[in-house]
């Protein structure tokens, strides 16, 4: 073939396959921002501040942390009988200043790894007491020994309470035994119910989606619900259900011992934090339970209704992220 002709078609060809390749990162552009609209990220990163702005906030609120430590805690408990609120040192702006240079997922960061670095610097932030009685499970004494499997051992068949009836199957609870971070919600649904595992229909893939942005993967944390039973008609757990059924979670909680536990929707906030309080007032604010932080968010099916709500849910997470050291999902 003609030389000058071979070069003329070589270059078309590469022009041709520079066309492929815009196509492809176009796609791939175009992914991320449906990724980032279906998370409801799209606020967050639009109308933030600059980042020098974060910075310079995140240095001023370093030269104005406090520590109060757990004394303090319950001095402020015993004096007021409402809420009562404790300044303790966490880390949002950290986290606020690496979530806005996030641009594309990258590998997901290892909670176990995050966790054993250290924490970035920590601003005040404030925890609060919901109820001024006794926790229902203040009182219950932690097991010795327990575990997992034992836990699961115990509740065997269980006909405990009348939910028994409808379920196909137990749910117990899935994830990683150690993980520093539990999500709870308040009882199983219909895809749950025939698999098995918490979290699985259009909600659970939520939630998977907000623990991948977390920079985590679903196994590194631990999941669990208030009741491992489904209730008919998808309608909430009541009273006496989650009264004879919580004390397995709380044998979860003791056994896995959370750095946070976060939980997702009213009942479950309501439940451990022995409150009447409704979630929108509950959300985005740090609780003790029984010496753990708990953050109370949405639940992800309320997300699926009212995709309004995700950058609040989002910033709930933000919250989460920094205490434990997380670095927001980048590409
Ligand atoms: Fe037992 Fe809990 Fe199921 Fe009730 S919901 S039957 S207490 S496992």
Known sequence: MDPAKRASLGARSDVREEIRSDARLEEQVKDWLRY?????????YRDRPPL?????????LNVARSVATSSAIS???AATPASVSVTIPAAIPAAMAAAATGRAPNAPINLAASASQKSPAAPMSTILVAANAPSLFEAIERIEGDSLPRIRDDI????RCKLHKGRTKIVFGIGNPNADLMFVGEGPGRDEDLSGEPFVGRAGKLLTDMIKAMGLQREDVYIANVVKCRPPENRLPEKDEITTCSSFLMRQIDTIKPKVICTLGSCSAQTLLQTAQGISK???EWFDFRGTKLMPTYHPAYLLRNPAAKPEVWKDLQKVMAVLGLQPKKR
């Open 282 to 284: 509950l959300r985005g």
């Open 75 to 77: 001095a402020a408990s």
């Open 52 to 60: 020098h702005a974060i910075a310079e906030a995140a240095e001023s």
């Open 156 to 159: 065997g068949d269980c006909t």
């Open 36 to 44: 980032g609209e279906d998370l409801g990220l799209a606020p967050y």
